[in-house]
């Protein structure tokens, strides 16, 4: 019994021994389970926190394109930037910004992805005013072109003017000019002997306006009235009291860079003025009488000349520039009422462009009528109150001076807010942008390479991406 | 007549014996007071009764100038004449016969007298150079077309023939007259004689929105027919005019031309769907078409269930065709005569709605509609009504009287 006991004895001990592997097993176990759940946890917060940095990524890179494109509106570009099917790469991410014309306000919508990041924000803008010279030609009350006239452009930042080709409705010219007015253009018709006036471009008329086309008269591009009228620009012009200048026939004059001011400079005949600039010059009347010339030599700067009340330039005067830049000279006027100057009974226009040009740059005046007639030929724009291209008058706008923003204002800010993310597959896919966009062989451009200009329809077609199949499979 | 003769019989009893018609028209003249209401009328009936012996004076005491109410006064006094005698005076207008200081008269006595028979009298007198005599004689033109239907069918034969001087004033005339057989004479000349559709239609085009209401559906249709042709030479106006006239069914053209390869139509295609439509969308030809295809789905399909919900008694069945009628972009003035006719009998909480919905379609046609309703017992829907007059006519009204005082005349025109 003893011996039994004493065996029952061993066999407990024995069949207890190793019993606490059971507890251990099971610590084992349960730290393993703790192990794995903090794992998974940690990895859990991992992507969580990986998420929230790809969000707001995302988000931060949706907000550059915004600024992209306020940038691109105030150079005078459209405001679209890149396109879902080529986006714009910025740091890790990608981003595309779409651009809905409202009239007189925009608004910019702009997405942005970065890895599994998804951002989509949206802004209201009021539009900027560009510079007046970029209007190209452009009359508040009326435009009219006589019999032979013609207005074409080119783009002096690719080189100097060179007659446009194509001349027929709808034959299309790279290089549109630019025909505006807050009223009617009327395009006088020819005949079998002479050619109707010419329009090599863009005329859009106001919004109740139209485009009059006389018989053998041409425009090859829209004549869609524009949505709103636009308000010229009222200058004031500060004059001093100050004496004429009246320069003597037969001795030059030379004006080296610097600021002026005359209560008049009346040029006789024989008479000359070369201004080189930088130069401002401020004058209440600019007379040019028969057989005197005007110089500008904007090579080394801009020179600008503003007139108060009055300006003459009849016939057989000179008004020129000598440099090409059309940014490098320009005539502004507040002149706005016919007043007998000459005491001939005959009230004058206050403004008179009879001169012999050519001329580079603008020529701005708001209240007043401006005829050009053809022996002043412009280069670059005319902004007035009625313009008239007469007989034969060519003028050529510079396409460089749409992007000119001298003098005009910046696009003001209205609202913004964060918007649903737009259809996409790039956006629907969780993947990182750039992979599938090297999948798909597209090579996301360079911001500043990814803006529109006016007139340019954005591409606005979704592509069909592939997935990155190693992605999948991971 | 009555009134004329006597004052004839009055005149003749005044005057000397010796006086001759000359006399007794300057007479007429002498004692005419513009001012008075209804003078000018009474002194062109004295006279015409002077008889249509009398017109050689008194196309002589019209002045060289030819203006002023004293020489309209003279040139109207013609059109009472009898047709033969008037026809064979005016016979006598050519170039040869009469002195150059006498052309503007007679383009003014052809102005207020002539028939479309003269339309090439009128031509003749301007001469091959019309730029000097260019206003009056496209004044006359334009008298002529407007007061004679026929005459715009003469004028598009004359013009198709013109050269291009006469032709470019024939235009001008025939749209400046404001007429639907002007507009329709114009929209011909366009198809008939390709080098002048540029001129013709953009004069049209220019005049469009003063061109009574409702069209002429053959001038619709002769334009509609035009705008099928992509090659057209003036189809950037004839794009336009599709918007300027707001021809919904030019909307599947303009469409297909929005996706069209030429850029500048595409630009005009836009701006007369956003105008036909009030829409925003952009140049993305596929978004209009898929809103075209939702429209006309609508009116196949819902049309005229909605219709008839709209004049059902139910409440509830208004309410629902009011919120369905309030998303159409497409046929507005369809949709603006429905909503006015139920306006005119709807209850206060469909009478609220039809307020904003006919504001949001922004047609002239339901202003009457509208005023009505400024008399409603219910305060809402006067409310309703003055804020939907408010943005139809464009303008602030304070007042209920002001809304019926001044509401149509101050509309905007759309």
Known sequence: MKSMISREGTDSRSTRRGSVLIPALLAVLLTSGLCVCYLQLSLSKSRESQVSVDAKSAFYVAEAGLAEAYYGLARGMQGAVASESVPARFGNGVYWVTCEDLGDRVTLRSTGLTRKGRAAVSATLRKGTLSVASLGMYGNQSVDLRKGSRVDAYDSTVGPYESPKVASPGGGSALDARVGCNGSINLAGGSEYSPGATIVGDANPGPSGTVVIGMEAIVTGSTAPATQTTTLPTLHIELPEEEPLEPTAGTPVHLPAGSYAWSKMHLGPNSLVHITGPADVVLDELVLDHGSRLEIDGSLGAVEISVRSYVNMVAGSVFTTLSQGTDRASLLTSASLSVDRDRDGIADPPVTLAATGPFYGLIYAPRAPVVLPASFTVYGSVVADRITLGNNARLHFDRALLNSTVGGTLPEFLCWRVVELPPSRLVDFGFDPLTVLKVNSVVPVAPQDAHYVKGVAPDTSLRTWLAPVTEILW | ?414
């Not at chain 2, 007794?24 to 249509?52: F, K, N, V």
């Not at chain 2, 077309?145 to 025939?174: F, N, W």
Request: charged share 25%; with cysteine.
């Open chain 2, 1 to 414: 007549m009555v009134i004329a003769r006597t004052i004839t019989a009055a005149l003749v009893l005044l005057m000397p014996a010796h006086a001759g018609a000359g006399d007794g028209a300057a007479e007429i003249l002498r004692r005419l007071d513009p001012q008075t209401p209804g003078a000018l009328e009474r002194a062109s009936r004295a006279l015409a009764a002077l008889g249509p012996s009398a017109m050689g004076e008194l196309f002589a005491l019209v002045s060289p100038a030819a203006v002023g109410p004293q020489d309209e006064l003279l040139a109207r006094s013609f059109r009472l004449q009898p047709k033969s005698e008037l026809h064979a005076f005016l016979s006598g207008f050519t170039s040869v016969a009469l002195r150059p200081e006498r052309l503007k008269p007679a383009l003014l006595v052809l102005r207020e007298a002539g028939s479309g028979h003269e339309l090439a009298r009128c031509l003749e007198l301007a001469g091959p150079d019309v730029e000097a005599l260019q206003a009056e004689l496209v004044a006359a033109l334009t008298a002529i077309c407007a007061r004679d239907p026929a005459a715009c069918d003469r004028a598009l034969a004359l013009a198709c023939k013109a050269q291009a001087g006469e032709a470019e004033s024939l235009v001008r005339g025939l749209a400046e007259a404001h007429s639907g057989p002007a507009a329709l004479a114009l929209a011909r000349l366009a198809e008939e004689r390709p080098q002048l559709s540029n001129m013709a239609l953009s004069s049209l085009l220019a005049e469009a929105e003063r061109l009574p209401r409702p069209l002429d559906v053959d001038l619709q249709g002769a334009l509609r027919d035009q705008l099928a042709r992509e090659d057209h030479p003036a189809a950037q106006q004839l794009l336009l005019l599709a918007g300027r006239l707001e021809d919904d069914e030019s909307v599947p053209l303009l469409i297909k031309r929005l996706g069209g390869a030429r850029t500048e139509q595409r630009e005009n295609a836009l701006w007369s769907l956003r105008r036909i439509t009030g829409l925003g969308l952009g140049p993305d030809a596929s978004a209009w078409s898929d809103w075209f295809e939702d429209e006309l789905r609508w009116w196949r399909e819902r049309a005229p269930a909605v219709m008839q919900l709209l004049r059902a008694a139910e409440a509830a069945g208004q309410r629902l065709a009011l919120g369905e009628l309030g998303q159409r972009y497409w046929r507005r003035q369809q949709v603006s005569d429905e909503l006015a006719e139920y306006l005119a009998q709807a209850p206060s909480a469909g009478a609220r709605m039809a307020c904003g919905v006919l504001a949001r379609l922004g047609r002239e046609s339901a202003i009457p509609a509208l005023q009505a309703r400024l008399e409603d017992a219910d305060r809402e829907v006067r409310e309703s009504a003055r804020t939907a007059l408010a943005s139809l006519t464009g303008k602030k009204i304070p007042s209920r009287a002001v809304a019926l005082a001044g509401a149509s005349s101050g509309a905007v025109p759309r």
